[in-house]
């Protein structure tokens, strides 16, 4: 008997070959899968809130989109900068699961993928992790994602993670690289960065992000005079370096 990729295959009585089915869950229809994510969500969401994380931003706002990359309001709202990598996060985890357990239903895959992003924004706001990852290039503080952007990274991760599954890797790679390369020469940050960094500063890069945070922070309104503050703010950038 010979166990593949497909499954266990052995001789069947007539001396044929047959192949044996690995186990999957049963499909689940589209109120199921639906039913599954939104357990996986609440469950996320109840952890986060557990961990001392605030539901929505501290200043009481919710934005649709917030650009400042190292602003105070970073990871606070729904949609910023950060939350593109985490297409790239779903898209580096679809591998492990095309390799064990591609013969599943699309549905359940999916699940997968989202528990997976789960796991990990409740790792990721965990208090080693995020003093791991230290304070922002601008010198903002951080304590952790608001739960709503918790979620709403889960489901970017979710959507790398489908496409991934649809675009074959060289499509995958290709997106990845892109992403990469759009955010960090936005922002001056990305995986690269962020995974060079936790092995310590490196002054050149420091310094680099430094100069990119104090400019998107003027151009947001984000320093402590909003944009009336921004001169300030410059110029201590370029004294301090």
Not at 59 to 71: D, E, K, T
Request: glycine share 14%; hydrophobic share 45%; aromatic share 10%.
């Amino acid at each position: 008997m010979h166990r593949g990729l497909a499954g266990e295959i052995e001789k069947s009585p007539d001396g044929g070959r047959r192949t044996r089915a690995r186990p999957a869950p049963p499909p689940l229809g589209r109120a199921g899968y639906a039913a599954v994510a939104a357990a996986i969500a609440v469950a996320a969401a109840a952890i986060l809130l557990a961990l001392g994380r605030t539901p929505v931003c501290p200043c009481g706002v919710v934005r649709l989109w917030y650009g400042a990359a190292g602003g105070p309001g970073n990871s606070q709202h729904l949609v910023d900068w950060f939350s593109f990598l985490h297409v790239t996060h779903g898209i580096l985890t679809w591998p492990v699961f095309w390799l064990t357990s591609r013969h599943w239903p699309h549905g359940w895959l999916v699940l997968m993928g989202l528990l997976t992003a789960a796991g990990w924004e409740v790792v990721e706001n965990t208090s080693f992790v995020i003093e791991a990852f230290g304070p922002s290039p601008s010198g903002a503080d951080y304590d952790g994602d608001s739960i709503v952007n918790s979620l709403s990274d889960m489901a970017f991760a979710t959507l790398g993670f489908r496409l991934a599954m649809s675009l074959g890797w060289r499509g995958s790679v290709a997106l990845a690289v892109a992403i990469e390369v759009v955010v960090t020469a936005a922002i001056r940050d990305g995986i690269v960065l962020g995974a060079v960094g936790m092995f310590g500063p490196v002054p050149e890069i420091t310094e680099w992000q430094r100069e990119a945070a104090a400019i998107t922070l003027c151009g947001a309104g984000e320093t402590n005079g909003g944009r009336a503050g921004c001169r300030w703010n410059l110029t201590f950038e370029e004294n301090s370096g």
